[in-house]
């Protein structure tokens, strides 16, 4: 045997010959094979035969069971794509390891292209998911060689009902080829997903097999509410013959009681009646009941809660609703993680591998990874950062790009700037020293004990003019208000109006006012 320097996620080398074709493809009695639709005449005893019967190594009829039950209930079929398409649609990235070197980090860049050059990955990633309900799922890839690079041709998905599970030490999922033991999947030929919904062996910690007794249960109280509704929903019509009456007398008055069950019409021979009774009583609601319990735990189990089931004991729905999203958050990441882990190891490895890249193992390859953070909101976030930042918090720029989904900028990209807000002009340095020169001199004629009185009267002189205008503007504003909401809109559009570059220059005035005075302060404790 002819093995390669390649090494498979186990660390074990494998045959390059293993992967020139599909391991089906040798195996053509697997394609040709129909489902036997188990659901169909399904009892409380036929259910209870094929689940032993999974335990005991035939899971072909179970597996099939479950395919029917996707099929034919379209509740089940609804919560189960809301939980898949929930991780399908998460966007995905490649990241290389931790503490990677540029070597890595080029890999890494390198592997992110190959990916998205296969096509439909959207739809590998929800076959993968397939795995959510019925325990595992298997992709087989076929690879080809395209500009030079190895990517997938095609990525098929194959039923559960063509592998075999194999217990040993380690459960293994084989695929059946008429062994006893089934053949093992070849290394970088299969994307082979096991999702724990719950510890155990596969056949049995899956969400399925949760699942199939309510939906034996609603499936026998949607018949038994069809033939209520067939029986007691139409009048109970009595035909009524003459004593002595034929045979074909008999046999024409019961086809006209047909005929107007199905048309309302018929025809009867003359002396003959029809009557027609009232249904008898019944309630539906009974059948009704044991539907909506069904359906309600087929939501409980698969997406870990109904908000319909507690809505309807008089709770708040719109926290009802709040909790139920959270609680598909916590299912999401922990479906998204399993998912991510899966592909990293048969989809991005493999690729990397054959491309020469990964030459450090499985270990320190890049890793698929599916982004499950919720983003911040963008205005709660530019409040709180600067005040965080300014108080010595070392908050990174990543970190906080990644927070709020906003990508960061590659290398030479234009980036968005802050615009300065146009402010009033300084006062010109010959207007402040003449300013500080009037005041200096009065203050100097002035006994110290009296200065403070003289520069407040000197700083009212130029700030009253500027305030009392503000204080006008908003008298007229509430005496021509007529509420309070009036009066709040008044005040939003009058902010802008204020004139602001006046009152700062007044206040460069008394900052040059307070810094004159202090320094003849100085002056005079130095001559006494």
Known sequence: MVTSRILGPDGQPIRLADIAEPQTSQLGFLHQEFQTHPARGLTPSKLNSILIGAEQGDVIAQYELFEDMEERDGHILSEMTKRRRVVSGLTWDVVPPEDATAAEKEEAARLRQLLNAIEDLDGILFDTTDAIGKGFSCQEIEWQRTDGSWLPKSIEHRPQSWFRLHRGYRQEIRLRDNSPEGAVLRPLNWITHTHKARSGYVERANIFRALVWPYLFKNYSVGDLAEFLEIYGIPLRIGKYQPGASDKEKTTLLRALMQVGRNAAGIIPDGMSLDFHDAADGDPAAFQLMIDWCERTVSKVILGATLTSQADRGSNTNALGNVHNEVRKDLRDADAKQVAATLSRDLVYPIAVLNGMARNGYGRCPRLVLDTAETQDVKSFAESLPVLAKAGMRIGVEWAHKELGIPMAEEGAPVLQVTEAAVAPPPAPTEVAAATARIAAAAAQVRPRDREDQLVALLADTANPVVLEWVDQVQALVDGAGS?????????????????????????????????????????????
């Open 484 to 528: 309070l909401e009036e009066l709040r809109e008044g005040l939003l559009q009058l902010l802008p109006e204020l004139d602001a570059g006046r009152f700062a220059q007044v206040m460069q005035h008394a900052l040059a006012i307070a810094g004159a005075a202090g320094m003849l302060d100085a002056l005079d404790e130095s001559r006494a």
